[in-house]
């Protein structure tokens, strides 16, 4: 397959992003995303909201520059303090296909949004919209592309388990939309269950970015690199402290110049020399310093959701 068509598939030309105007580490989210800042910030005394809203605009800028379409959305709501992330309540396929997913916690399930799916329907080829929020009501929950990362190549969903990503609505996810599920433990070094894969782990077209170290079973491991090296990607080993500082936590998108690897500068910093240099062998580095959303336990992936869809 050429080059340019496989970029296509894996990695989105357009993406939605939601700009905050009222950000704040959610409270709901501390007890298990250990990436989330410790300590309380008293957003109305500090210029947090202020910064965030800046950062978000300044990662839409860029990706702009790049030639990627970005579907930019503000948020105005006070309930809703990780609405920067919409990547976890809905996704999209090639065919048309959109899902929107159950949230874990009650606030977090304020961020769905009837227009950003109108949008998608009036500007891109919508086939159908295959809603699981219903599960919540039974505690069954799949945080959308931070619980899983996608190969949509190879056809494979790759998902650290937590009680974010439920195996019954996986199944439901990966039967509805063509996936084969990959689920694995992944805890950090002090054997704290990771809470969403993407922070961990990067599945771009020709390479693979994977906190191996945080995979718990040495078998399972040895698996998911011989299927991603399989397929012809270059597998590049995180450790622990480049999965803290959010290395993993990173989405190709195809810009105006081919592959870009959209990341926050935080997360370039931590990657070797070496790392960088087999990563650019491929893709186009792009960081943006986002410090203050990164106090929320997200990073630059998070803040992108791709549209995977053909344009109108």
Known sequence: MALATRTSVQAPRAVVMIRPHHFEPNEQTRVDNVFQTDAP???AAMTVSRD?????TAVADVLQRHGIAVHLFDDDGHATPDSVFPNNWF?????????????CTPNRRL????DVIE???QAYRVQDVIDYSGLEVDGLFLEGTGAMVLDHLDRIAYVARSH????????????????EPMAFDAVDPAGIAIYHTNVLMCVATSFALVGLDAIVDATRRDEIVERLAGSGRDVIALRHDQVADFAGNAFELTGSSGSVLAMSTRARRALTTEQIERIEEWSTIVDVDIPTI????????CMLAGIHLQPR
Do not use: Q, W
């Open 111 to 114: 961020e769905r949004r009837s």
């Open 91 to 103: 996704s999209t396929h090639h065919g048309g296909h959109v899902a929107v997913f159950p949230m």
């Open 119 to 121: 949008m998608l329907k």
């Open 52 to 56: 965030a809203f800046d950062e978000a």
């Open 41 to 43: 910030i008293d957003a």
């Open 294 to 301: 990164e106090l929320a336990g997200g990073s630059v992936r």
């Open 164 to 179: 974010r990503a439920d195996p019954i609505v996986l199944e439901r996810f990966c039967t509805n939309f063509g996936y």
